[in-house]
């Protein structure tokens, strides 16, 4: 357990996006099922990395970090229809978990997928369904883990409802590319997410691998192997991360994040137009973005797509003139933390006014904050998010949980603090 008691300040300077998770996740996993030796540069150290390295370390993967670069030599990864039982530990990642399941399906592996926090709760209906039409035997206790798979992936078009997450087609879209034959994906509802599914196919393309999108569904050449030519890649920054710094120059200071991709599929670089619709001041450079504080104005956004973002946007709405709407919300309740219930906590804890339905959360416009206890439940999100409130709250702000920042952002007090901030974390 940690606190972290936060004085008011202002953020002023530069600081370096950490790696992109959903970028560095794919790469990992993509590099594991090539069997190659290969250089991986700029990945962070947080739990969520962890748990995909650990899991690839258990199919036999072996992966040496040095500062910043992964060294990875896969040419022992486990093959087809190996008979060994595996235990794997997702840890709290749900893109480790939801990505590994449909792969390890097609590679006929025998597995037993554990989970700690909330992510044995997560759901898994659309593998609990699929898996079983195609060959794999699913066997699950009362939560979605333990969940024990066996058998394997068989078959020539697959179709997966991808409403609650596009985490299952980021998985079933690499699993397919290992199997042998010509296979298809449909998607029998609309795509939640497609920013994500659109970094998966950047990285297989990188890997060698071209789907094909027709209309709803993709198309995958059997024929196709995955294979890194030059046995490097680098890791984009992440947007998710850099939003809060961005956020925190918008309400009162003046930030920049350098090692921004402006062309990357991650959709979370809507952060630029969110701020953009607030009225902040922005400077979008080749590989870097400015905000300063100017004044903001309330505006109704849409978060269909980038979920993440939210509870840093409805904390940013607060110091906003009028209300801010931002809907397509749904799918928050899944995350870490219930963040429809966690979001408006953390605002109202702080002395704001917010409340939420099932698919929209309102926040009133204010323009300060007097400051507050804060419970994080256990969300690397709502303690980020907090952390950037608590710059303009009249009194100390204390959050709880705040080492939940490890799960995505180990650094994040220490650049929060080296652009000024005054953050005290406390170990307990």
């Known amino acids: 357990m940690s606190t972290a008691i936060i004085r008011k300040s202002v953020l002023v300077g530069s600081v370096q996006a950490v790696s992109s998770k959903s970028v560095a996740h794919r790469v990992m996993i993509c590099a594991a099922l090539s069997r190659c030796k290969c250089r991986i540069n700029n990945v ?85 369904e699929l898996l079983p039409k195609h060959g794999v035997k699913c066997e699950k206790g009362e939560n979605f883990l333990p969940l024990t798979i066996s058998g394997k992936l068989v078959g020539e078009v697959f179709e997966i409802s991808p409403k ?51 209309d709803n569904s993709y198309l995958i050449n059997g024929s196709d192997t995955l294979s890194l030519s030059d046995n490097e890649i680098t890791v984009e920054g992440d947007w998710s991360q850099a939003a809060f710094f961005l956020c925190a120059g918008a309400i009162n200071g003046d930030v920049t994040v350098t090692g921004l991709d402006i062309n990357s599929s991650q959709g979370d670089k809507a952060i630029v137009d969110i701020l953009a619709s607030f009225g902040a001041d922005i400077t979008v450079g080749e590989n870097s973005v400015r905000v300063k504080k100017s004044a903001l104005k309330g505006a109704d956004i849409d978060a269909t797509d980038t979920p993440d973002l939210v509870p840093v946007v409805a904390l940013t709405s607060v110091f906003c003139e009028g209300d801010t709407n931002i809907y397509g919300v749904s799918r928050l309740k899944f995350k870490e933390s219930d963040r429809l219930l966690s979001t408006k906590e953390m605002i109202v804890s702080l002395g704001g006014e917010c409340s939420y339905t099932d698919d929209c959360i309102t926040i009133k416009g204010q323009g300060y904050l007097s400051g507050g206890k804060v419970n994080a439940y256990n969300d690397h999100r709502i303690v980020m998010a907090s952390s950037v409130g608590a710059l303009e709250c009249e009194n100390d702000t204390t959050i709880n949980e705040a080492h939940a920042v490890n799960k995505s952002y180990t650094d994040f007090f220490f650049d929060y603090n080296s652009l000024g901030g005054k953050a005290d974390v406390i170990m307990g």
């Open 164 to 214: 609650i997450s596009s985490q299952y087609v980021t998985g079933l879209l690499l699993a397919l590319s290992i199997l042998k034959n010509d296979t298809e994906l449909r998607l029998s509802s609309a795509l939640v997410g497609s920013q994500y599914v659109d970094i998966t196919l950047d990285v297989m393309k990188k890997f060698s691998v071209n789907v094909v999108k027709k």
């Open 44 to 128: 962070c150290d947080s739990n969520d990395m962890d748990a995909t390295i650990g899991c690839l370390e258990v199919l036999g993967a072996k992966f040496q970090r040095e500062g910043k670069t992964l060294f990875l030599d896969a040419t022992n990864f486990v093959r087809e229809n190996e008979k060994r039982h595996f235990t794997l530990n997702c840890k709290e990642s749900g893109t480790t978990l939801r990505v590994i399941i449909p792969i390890c399906a097609a590679l006929g592996l025998h597995v037993t997928f554990v989970g700690e926090g909330r992510l044995p709760y997560r759901p898994l209906d659309e593998y609990l």
